[in-house]
């Protein structure tokens, strides 16, 4: 009987227990629920780090809400930085028939400031020349932020070798812009200058033809067996043929400008280079090659291109010697550019100029008769004197002058 009872009393208990815990634990009794972590909406700039900061999910009981357990979460969707767009990440986590589910919307946009860098990415620069640096930066909306960017980087003009500079520029919104330079410095090509053993050396430049007279000096040169550079324009095009004959008897052609308006050829870099190709085209097509030499209409010195595009001519000059072109100047005036209309005077000027240096480039222009007229005496002259005449080639002697722009 006793025995009974007290089997009878433990059964209660195991009865009770398995009432109990199917009340405190079946799965009736949990609640599912998910927090996620940081924003729902996030919006970022394209090429930043996502990192997903995720969510969490835990099971509480309903009766004693200390009794919690984590659940397994469930991550689909993703987010590509590198392009614009909407994402959606959607977080799912289940417990027996229960499920819940929150999702996160990620805008990748580009909102970054814009920086322009004059000359490209890769840049070429000769040790002499050095290297001015130019660029502009507008923020999102357009707003010109140049004065707000920073270069970093150590640039050493003076040594031959490779470098980077890195440019940023943070707009209103805290939003920053990167560009990269790269900057190959290399060592300038010296003009190959070998003493003249006391010849003096003469290069005849004529300049803004061909023209009408372009022809006769042609014959005048063949004469005297003697070989020029011309730089030449497009402001006569019915005469381009005689670019051809130029070229067809030994003499070196280089780019003067296409339109010779200055007003127009310095209005800015884009419109210096426009100008200039054109005039490669119009050689091309006479000769059959562009050339990589040339001379600015006024010369590298001139002061006429600061009305239109201030600080034009320092960067026209590095990035012609950048791109592989030498550009020439002069060291003597045959005067004709305004200073006289007399033969005879431009003559005088010719031989008085080239006595005073060993090397010589005179500044002619084929389109004025006096000039052409002038020629031949002084070809005679300069030949029974011992000068010899050569065509300027590139890398040769260029007499620079200062720049001023
Ligand atoms: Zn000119």
Redesign the pocket.
């Known amino acids: 009987m006793r025995r009974r009872r007290i089997s009878l009393a433990v059964l209660s208990v195991i009865i009770l227990v398995i009432v109990i815990s199917i009340l405190m634990f079946g799965s009736a009794r949990w609640q599912l629920s998910m927090t996620m972590k940081g924003d729902a909406k996030i919006t970022m700039e394209q090429g930043d780090k996502y990192k997903d900061a995720g969510a969490s999910a835990v099971r509480t009981n309903k009766i004693f809400s200390s009794m919690k357990k984590d659940v397994a979460v469930d991550k689909e969707g993703k987010v590509d930085t590198n392009k614009e767009g909407t994402y959606t990440i959607t977080y799912t986590a289940k417990y027996h028939n229960q499920k819940k589910e929150m999702q996160r919307t990620v805008v990748v946009q580009n909102t970054r400031p814009v920086i322009t860098l004059r000359g490209g990415k890769n840049f070429t620069v000769y040790d002499t020349i050095g290297f001015k640096d130019s660029y502009t930066a507008v923020d999102h909306a357009g707003n010109d932020i140049t004065s707000r960017v920073q270069v970093t980087g150590n640039l050493d003009t003076s040594k031959p070798g490779k470098y980077k500079l890195t440019y940023t520029a943070t707009d209103d919104n805290g939003v920053t812009g990167t560009a990269v330079r790269n900057i190959t410095v290399k060592k300038f090509p010296v003009p190959d200058l070998k003493p003249t053993n006391g010849k003096k050396i003469i290069y005849l430049t004529f300049?803004?033809g061909p023209y009408k007279y372009t022809d006769q000096l042609l014959d005048i040169l063949a004469r005297h067996n003697v070989k020029v550079t011309f730089f030449v324009t497009n402001a006569y095009p019915e005469y381009a043929y005689d670019i051809k004959k130029e070229y067809e008897a030994g003499h070196a052609i280089g780019v003067?400008t296409y339109s010779?308006n200055y007003s127009q050829v310095y209005a800015s870099d884009e419109a210096f280079w426009d100008d200039f190709n054109k005039m490669q085209d119009v050689i091309k097509q006479q000769t059959g090659k562009k050339t990589d030499i040339c001379r600015f209409?006024g010369g590298g010195s001139n002061t006429v291109s600061a009305k239109y595009c201030y600080g034009l001519m320092t960067r026209l000059a590095d990035e012609l010697t950048a791109k592989g072109y030498s550009y020439f100047d002069w060291n003597v005036l045959s005067g004709d550019a305004g200073e006289t209309k007399d033969s005879m005077q431009i003559l005088a000027r010719m031989e008085k100029g080239v006595t005073q240096n060993e090397r010589s480039i005179i500044l002619c222009h084929d389109i004025h008769p006096f000039t052409v007229n002038a020629i031949d005496s002084f070809l005679t002259w300069a030949q029974s004197n011992g000068y010899e005449f050569k065509t300027l080639k590139n890398g040769d002697f260029a007499a620079h002058q200062r720049i001023n722009n």
């Open positions: 300049d803004d003067h010779h209409p």
